[in-house]
């Protein structure tokens, strides 16, 4: 079993909606969760980061951490096309020497 | 991208070879990565750097090792490559370590061994 479990999709919404992307991990002591956002064929660009729990908010974007369930999730509301992209979760621990533990990414396509 | 150069884009190779990738910064950023980004996989850490001539190992180093003799610098070399090391391999810098500051990534050099 992976440390991090990631739906790679696709996921295809159309224009305007409301999108949930989420990642489930199985080590208790992550603190820092992060979701990237990466274009074809680009590297990645960090999107959302938070320490620990609860909610973090950026214009459309949302980021809730619930370390109780060991889930994480991004909202992206009133979707664009230009969201379309891999959205990536990545989490580490004081611990984890500088390693970042990433999930597989989850493909969104979001329709005109 | 934020200062950060990739080379080669591209490159075909025949297993056994060696190749060397090579990432350089314009940011003075203290730490530097190595990941190769496969599917199903997500990106995996090769070696990382966390200052001149300071290097340590990621989660899938064999066959790999890393050299940094300036800040700006941060060489992959494959030792001899190959098939399982077709890959996409992204170089990445940060202020601090990952897990405090955001990672800054290159575009990505596409390496097939044939």
């Known amino acids: 079993q992976k440390e991090v479990e990631q739906d790679p999709g696709p996921l295809s919404v159309p224009e305007g909606a409301i999108v949930s992307l989420n990642c489930t991990y199985s080590n208790s002591a992550f603190q820092y969760f992060m979701w990237y956002r990466q274009y074809s064929r680009k590297g990645p660009e960090l999107l959302m980061y938070?320490?620990s729990s609860g909610n973090k908010e950026d214009g459309r974007f949302t980021a809730q951490v619930d370390k109780s369930s060991k889930y994480i999730s991004l909202f992206i509301r009133d979707s664009q096309p230009s969201d379309s992209a891999t959205y990536l979760c990545a989490m580490s621990s004081m611990d984890s020497n500088y390693q970042l533990i990433w999930g597989a990414g989850t493909k969104l396509i979001i329709k005109p | 991208d934020a200062g950060i150069t990739q080379s080669p884009r591209h490159k075909v190779t025949e297993t056994g070879t060696p190749v060397t990738l090579r990432c350089h910064q314009t940011?003075?950023?203290?730490?530097m990565y190595w990941y190769r980004q496969d599917p199903g996989h997500g990106l995996r850490l090769i070696h990382y750097s966390y200052g001149v001539k300071d290097t340590d190992k990621g989660e899938v180093s064999d066959g790999y090792s890393v050299s940094r003799s300036k800040t700006e610098d941060f060489l992959l070399t494959l030792e001899s490559a190959t098939s399982s090391q077709t890959s996409v391999y992204f170089c990445?810098?940060?202020?601090?370590?990952?897990?405090?500051?955001?990672?800054?990534f290159g575009q990505g050099t596409r390496l097939t061994v044939v």
């Open positions: 990445a810098i940060s202020r601090q370590g990952p897990i405090n500051t955001e990672a800054f």
């Open positions: 938070t320490y």
């Open positions: 940011e003075n950023h203290r730490y």
